[in-house]
């Protein structure tokens, strides 16, 4: 309920800005006798997904050696295609609960593939490969039924194929890898992704799913690189890649107008050039202050860009 | 609050009312940009991206301000005149932010203003040489609590909130008095916060409070919280046993707090009392699992998974039939809100749970899904 909103309403009523009719349910929305719960069973039903999965992981993990493989493939295998054949039938009228089911089904063929490869090998030593199979599968299933949260999920697939946490390289304050291989890696994965994006949207074939494919793509590049800046050898040249970044990432999305790009792309090349001034300061044996100093004038510095880029926007628009 | 500031907010308010309607196409733009006319806003507001980034900015730049000064100027002895300072010069920085530079959620002022909350407790804490549970949370309290009531930051009434409790957690009628003040909080709170003499920011920051009295009142008549002392462990006393009245008692609040605090949701069409009963319920059915282990963990997890998906598919349905597609003013249709918000955290939550874990080496030993390399994302090796 909004008592400034149902106000507001019998106000431009008056006013003749709204008609009384068309607002009667306006009003009716803004002092809470109508409500919709849309989003709660939303949410509800992203649970009951996460639990069943999660049910069907302590399941294979548990119960393996009573109820037995083959029993415990089946089972799964049945139950996802009886959610995948539902959602195919369902395609062309999709309601609430279309695209849970259709997660559902996808998760379970997953882990049906996964535990397969595991107990019965067919792929042998390539059972890597398992995550490209599903990353397809995902891919597929995500272009036949338009689900984003699928080509979310077949990217990341695609990334644990190579050996790639989405999560891990999201949070670069945790561990510092040991090795460049997955630096490597994820700079592939990211520049994959973002020409993927790139492609679709050109081509205007899902042209929606863009935006997946830039975010995942640069939260990969941008975080890979961060992660790196842990490690002291090659700093500096670490340092300039994420500047570089950051700075091509904060001028395509000012074009764009994408403003949350703009400000990861922001925040990358402060990183970056935090990067340069500890290694600077390394080098001429500056004390924790010099440290600070610098934290103090990088903030300074985004929150000027940042308002300065809103004071912009607001004059072009 | 600022008098500036309320109307803002309560322009804000109905311009965001408005881009609903137009979303749902019950109005057009030409009567968008009336409203909005009608309506102004003359605060510097940042969009979501923009406001993450300048929020952490300032609060990170801010610390490192904080500690620079501490390293440069503060000497010993002076310990809470020094944090006072940084609390003046915090809040003269939120003040100019939200006054004369006219920002709203733009992170910067958001951030400053925790900044401050945070040097008013350093300075509290410098008082003492040995800070006590009671001492600690009333200044934090009262820190927060001021903050909420000149600023609007709903963050800083649920903490006020949650300190309170915890001040009041001591002593016998610690747990009582947590029972009682949610039961006693949420009928006064509910009607100021639906009130237009409060303004939308004090509005949220009442809602917050009063959520985080019915948590506790939850928590306190909780039985698995009663066995383990929860409450009374916060000042190290306790550890006597409950008797069995006190159980008997909690038994019974564990079993009807749910269903209550879901009828109540349903009466007062209160979405934060629907998320309270949610997580009441979740968190009752963990219990009696607990004492009761009715079968084995993936067989219920299974169940309640299917359980979700009947009662959202069950409900909808059942709303969608009624009249107007309605039941007792409650519709499963999409109305005027902005669903964008809960559409990209789930969309997140599908990405970090959902997500296969990456591929490990060929020793690494099969881990079967579920949860974060669930369904997607069993990983393993042969």
């Known amino acids: ?317 | 609050m600022r008098a500036d500031v309320a109307r803002a907010e309560r322009h804000r308010a109905v311009r965001i009312a408005a881009e609903g309607w137009r979303r749902a196409g019950a109005i057009d733009d030409a009567t968008v940009l009336a409203i909005a006319s009608a309506y102004p806003d003359d605060r510097v507001r940042l969009g979501r991206g923009f406001r993450v980034l300048a929020g952490f900015a300032a609060l990170v730049g801010g610390g490192a301000m904080s500690a620079l000064a501490a390293s440069l100027l503060a000497s010993g002895g002076a310990e809470t005149l020094f944090a006072l300072g940084l609390t003046l010069v915090f809040a003269a920085a939120t003040e100019i932010q939200t006054g004369r530079l006219r920002l709203a959620q733009a992170g910067a002022e958001y951030a400053t203003a925790i900044l401050a909350a945070t040097c008013a407790a350093l300075a509290w804490f410098s008082l003492f040489t040995s800070v006590s549970v009671v001492e600690g949370a009333v200044g934090l309290a009262a820190a927060c609590a001021l903050a909420a009531w000149r600023w609007g930051y709903a963050l800083f009434a649920a903490l006020a909130a949650a300190f309170v409790l915890v001040s009041t957690s001591q002593g016998a009628m610690g747990r009582s008095v947590w029972a009682v003040s949610g039961v006693v909080a949420f009928p006064l709170m509910l009607p100021m916060a639906r009130s237009a003499r409060w303004s939308p920011a004090h509005r949220r920051c009442l809602d917050a409070a009063a959520l985080v009295f019915l948590v506790g009142a939850y928590l306190a008549i909780n039985v698995y919280g009663l066995d383990h002392r929860w409450i009374e462990g916060f000042g190290n006393g306790g550890t006597a046993a409950p008797g069995a009245w006190a159980r008997g008692a909690a038994i019974a609040g564990t079993i009807l707090a749910p269903p209550l605090v879901l009828v109540a949701a349903a009466h007062f069409r209160d979405r934060g009392l629907l998320a309270a009963g949610a997580l009441f319920t979740a968190a009752s059915l963990l219990t009696l699992r607990h004492y009761h282990p009715v079968g084995p963990w993936w067989f219920l997890l299974a169940l309640g998974g299917v359980a979700c998906l009947a009662i959202a598919v069950a409900v909808g349905r059942w709303l969608a039939a009624g009249p107007g597609r309605e039941r007792f003013g409650i519709t499963a249709d999409p109305l005027f809100g902005d669903h964008r918000r809960v559409e990209m955290a789930q969309a997140a939550a599908t990405i970090v749970a959902m997500s296969p874990g990456p591929r490990v080496t060929p020793e690494g030993s099969f881990e079967g899904g579920g949860g974060r390399s669930g369904g997607g994302g069993a990983t393993g090796g042969a």
């Open chain 1, 1 to 317: 309920m909004n008592p400034d909103v149902v106000a507001a309403v019998d106000d431009l009523v008056r006013k003749r800005v709204l008609e009384s009719r068309a607002a009667a349910r306006l009003r009716r929305a803004a002092s809470g006798s109508l409500i919709s719960v849309r989003q709660e069973l939303r949410v509800l039903l992203w649970a009951g997904v996460f639990l069943i999965t999660a049910g069907a992981g302590i399941l294979v993990r548990q119960n393996l050696d009573r109820v037995g493989p083959v029993a415990v493939a089946v089972a799964i295998g049945v139950a996802a295609l009886a959610c995948l054949g539902w959602a195919w039938r369902q395609a062309s009228a999709p309601s609430l609960v279309f695209e849970s089911v259709l997660l559902l089904g996808s998760l379970l063929a997953a882990a049906d593939l996964a535990f397969v490869e595991v107990k019965f090998t067919p792929l042998g030593s390539h059972w890597p490969w398992h995550l490209l199979i599903v990353a397809a599968a995902y891919a597929a299933l995500a272009f036949r039924f338009d689900s984003k949260s699928l080509f979310s999920l077949s990217l990341t697939s695609f990334a644990a194929w190579r050996g790639v946490s989405l999560a891990g390289v999201a949070s670069p304050w945790g561990a510092v890898a040991d090795s460049d291989r997955l630096l490597t890696e994820a700079l592939i994965c990211g520049v994959l992704f973002l020409a993927l994006g790139k492609l679709l949207e050109s081509s205007q074939v899902k042209a929606q799913f863009e935006p997946v494919a830039a975010w995942l793509g640069w939260i990969l590049i941008v975080g890979a690189l961060s992660m790196r800046l842990g490690v002291d050898e090659s700093r500096v040249v670490v340092a300039t890649a994420l500047t570089g970044c950051g700075v091509v990432l904060a001028w395509f999305a000012w074009d764009e107008r994408s403003l949350g790009r703009y400000a990861l792309g922001v925040g990358a090349a402060a990183v970056g050039v935090g990067g340069w001034a500890v290694e600077a300061i390394e080098r001429v044996h500056g004390g924790f202050n010099a440290y600070l100093a610098i934290v103090v004038l990088l903030a300074g510095a985004v929150i000027v860009l940042l308002l300065r880029a809103q004071r912009a926007l607001r004059g072009s628009a």
